[in-house]
């Protein structure tokens, strides 16, 4: 499992996919903060991560479409299928290392908030009152932190499971970003809809809704949950894909 | 070192392998032989752990690779009939990906040093595997195999697409294994196994038609003796004659014709030199003996024959299709009904 996490992490690196992805993770994260900052004149940071949300839908795409259909495409899965690695470790290697890239983007993201608490800086002392809090929510921001690297995860094994599906990586990142947009529609669609039991399907279904309480500071731990099963049934679902090819 | 059992593998109504049973000994060379299709790669996926059989078992040096397919599965070294290679890696990067991915325990340093001078890569390990020539890359992907130093190793068409001279290297290369290991090779080139095993398996439409020691085939087309004789005279009474002889088994007229002279294609009885009583017999009658040919007999011939038996087409239909083929009643068919016998027999002693 690890010589496949090492390899799969070294192989971001030695293509131009990483650095790709890490460029344009950057640039649209510190666009996105600006935008919902600076230029609203706000410390409110809520708006940015939903924003970044919608990131993800391109963004993990870059990291997923490759892991699995590359391989299957060059015919390299014999060898990680013959050896003896399980086919679990193998699939958890993969998504360890798709999620350490994601998780290290996110941190390196980080770097936008330093503006942000240096305008606080600024605008406190200058302030007339301490009363009143100025600048940033730290809760808030660890809050949405975590939310938004629950989400990716999530995001990240319904990225590995498409990439199984097809050899084509182009066709599996066209397929994981319309996946990844229907999942997250889905909770605007609700807004349209009186049906109180529909409504409730479709919340419960919605990857966004159960993000806003990370929003407000707070930790859910159904969320919690929430996204830990979502992403563990779709690393299921990887797995049980190549378990039916060899039975096939 | 092998066990293969009653191994059976069906894809939907289609079945691929059907019902294989044999056993590889510590230290052989087996060729595993058959036309396209015929099921090879899927057997050799299934020894791998690759694809998982239908019925039937197999182990690996005693161990069960659906039991214990981890352990099974240290004990192979594969190489697949397309090498799995990563393009962008150096040929440094891959053999030490193999090596953390087997999770080899010799010195690392050493081991790969050592695999690239038996595979002869040594002077492009620093250069990427997109960049190399086939032949290169065939070989990295044996050095792969040859990682951890694995008891068995197979491969699939380990020589296809390379050119002579790499095919050579290749053989040498195998036949050098060989000597401290297991090793299982398919192909469908007849000189490949005949140059290399030291057992011929040959299996068709999933089924295993023939089981025989390399040797003992080769015994075989030695002792056959078939001539074309070219001999001036009335053709019918000619080949009658040719018929009649003792010591032919077999004669019969070739189309070829030079003036009064027809040629004719012979087959003497095993053990029988036909030639100088042939002679005498022709010089009786008037009839000069213009030209003789000894005619070799290929492993080709039987293994078409035996493929074409076992699917129980008429050797006419393949005459047809390729144009005369010598011998196609004679002598080979009969080796190849010998060697299905032989191999018809062993299977129902071993499964007693």
């Not at chain 1, 090492?6 to 996105?32: C, D, N, V």
Request: overall charge positive.
């Amino acid at each position: 499992m690890f010589a496949i996490y090492r390899k799969e992490l070294k192989s971001y690196f030695i293509t131009p996919m990483g650095y790709i992805y890490i460029g344009i993770f950057m640039a649209l994260s510190a666009l996105l903060f600006s935008y919902t900052t600076f230029m609203r004149s706000s410390y409110d940071v809520t708006s940015y991560f939903s924003m970044m949300i919608f990131a993800f839908v391109v963004l993990i795409p870059l990291l997923t479409m490759k892991l699995f259909a590359e391989e299957k495409k060059l015919r390299t899965e014999q060898m990680l299928l013959t050896a003896p690695v399980t086919i679990t470790g193998m699939v958890m290697g993969k998504y360890l290392a798709a999620l350490t890239m994601f998780v290290g983007s996110i941190l390196c993201s980080c770097i936008n908030f330093i503006p942000l608490y240096a305008v606080a800086n600024v605008e406190r002392a200058e302030a007339a009152s301490k009363a009143i809090h100025i600048g940033p929510s730290g809760a808030q921001i660890i809050g949405s932190l975590i939310g938004i690297i629950l989400v990716g995860a999530a995001f990240i094994a319904v990225g590995m499971f498409i990439s199984t599906l097809t050899e084509n990586q182009l066709a599996s990142a066209v397929i994981s970003v319309a996946v990844l947009l229907l999942m997250i529609v889905l909770g605007f669609v609700n807004n349209f809809i009186s049906n109180y039991a529909v409504r409730f399907v479709i919340d419960w279904i919605s990857v966004l809704s159960r993000f806003a309480p990370f929003g407000y500071g707070r930790f859910d731990f159904a969320a919690l949950l929430y996204y830990l099963s979502l992403t563990s049934v779709f690393i299921f679902f990887t797995v049980r894909v190549y378990e039916k090819r060899r039975w096939g | 070192m092998i066990k293969i059992e009653h191994l059976v593998k069906n894809y939907g109504n289609f079945c691929a392998v059907d019902d294989i049973s044999f056993s590889v000994e510590a230290g052989e060379i087996v060729g595993f032989l058959g036309p396209n299709g015929a099921g090879k790669s899927t057997t050799m996926n299934m020894l791998t752990g690759y694809l998982s059989s239908s019925a039937g078992s197999i182990s690996i040096a005693g161990i069960d690779i659906l039991e214990n397919p981890l352990e099974a599965k240290k004990k192979i070294g594969y190489l697949p009939e397309q090498p799995p290679l990563y393009m962008d890696m150096t040929v440094e990067e891959y053999l030490n990906f193999a090596y953390d991915l087997k999770d080899c325990k010799y010195d690392r340093k050493k081991h790969l040093a050592e695999i690239c001078e038996v595979t002869r890569i040594t002077d492009v390990r620093k250069r990427l595997i997109k960049n190399l020539s086939k032949g290169y890359k065939q070989r990295v992907g044996i050095a792969q195999a040859l990682v951890n130093n694995p008891p068995v190793i197979i491969f699939d068409e380990p020589t296809i697409g390379l050119d002579p001279k790499q095919i050579i290297e290749i053989r040498n290369l195998i036949r050098n294994l060989g000597r401290d290991h297991t090793v299982i090779l398919s192909t469908h080139i007849l000189q490949e196994v005949q140059a290399v095993c030291d057992r011929i398996v040959i299996i068709n439409k999933g089924k295993i038609v023939a089981d025989e020691k390399t040797e003992n085939i080769s015994r075989a087309i030695e002792q056959s003796r078939r001539f074309n004789v070219k001999i001036c005279g009335p053709q019918r009474e000619v080949l009658a004659m040719l018929k009649e002889k003792s010591g032919i088994v077999y004669a019969e007229a070739l189309a070829e014709r030079d003036g009064d002279a027809y040629t004719y294609m012979i087959e003497s009885a095993v053990g029988v030199d036909i030639r100088k009583s042939l002679f005498y017999t022709l010089a009786e009658k008037n009839w000069p003996l213009i030209g003789m040919e000894a005619l070799g007999m290929s492993l080709e011939d039987i293994f078409i024959t035996i493929v074409d038996k076992s699917n129980e087409r008429k050797s006419l239909r393949a005459e047809k299709e390729k144009g005369y083929r010598p011998g196609k009643t004679g002598i080979e068919k009969k080796i190849a009904a010998d060697i299905m016998k032989n191999t018809a027999e062993n299977q129902t002693k071993e499964e007693n």
